[in-house]
Nanobody, 119 residues
Framework: QVQLVESGGGLVQPGGSLRLSCAAS????????MDWYRQAPGKQRELVAG???????NYADSVKGRFTISRDNAKNTVALQMNSLKPEDTAVYYC?????????????WGQGTQVTVSS
């Protein structure tokens, strides 16, 4: 079993920056994708950014050029650097780990961290 813990959320003014971190522990897979999702009140959870074990990344169009995802495979951590934050970025941000073994998929989630962008 894998446990994920997010940190780094908080209140920031528009145009400001935050850095979110996610630490994975437990029975970590040898190869896995880590993603950041977010969910605002009344809205569906959406993928913000993802990164594979090999370092390939993808981003939602709404955050391209502003957010950067990175990972440290040795430490089993993933980070999301968020710059030029906008009020519409306000949401609970969740760390997600996805892996596959023996034709079965595994999906783990952190508890979430609140990001509020407001003046």
């Amino acid at each position: 079993q894998v446990q994920l813990v997010e940190s780094g959320g908080g209140l920031v003014q528009p145009g400001g920056s935050l850095r979110l971190s996610c630490a994975a522990s437990g029975n970590i897979f040898s190869a896995y994708t880590m993603d950041w999702y977010r969910q605002a009140p009344g809205k569906q959870r959406e993928l913000v950014a993802g990164i594979t074990s090999g370092g390939m990344t993808n981003y939602a169009d709404s955050v391209k050029g502003r957010f950067t995802i990175s990972r440290d495979n040795a430490k089993n951590t993933v980070a999301l650097q968020m710059n030029s934050l906008k009020p519409e970025d306000t949401a609970v941000y969740y760390c997600n780990l996805r892996a596959a073994a023996f034709a079965r998929t595994y999906d783990y989630w952190g508890q979430g961290t609140q990001v509020t962008v407001s003046s």
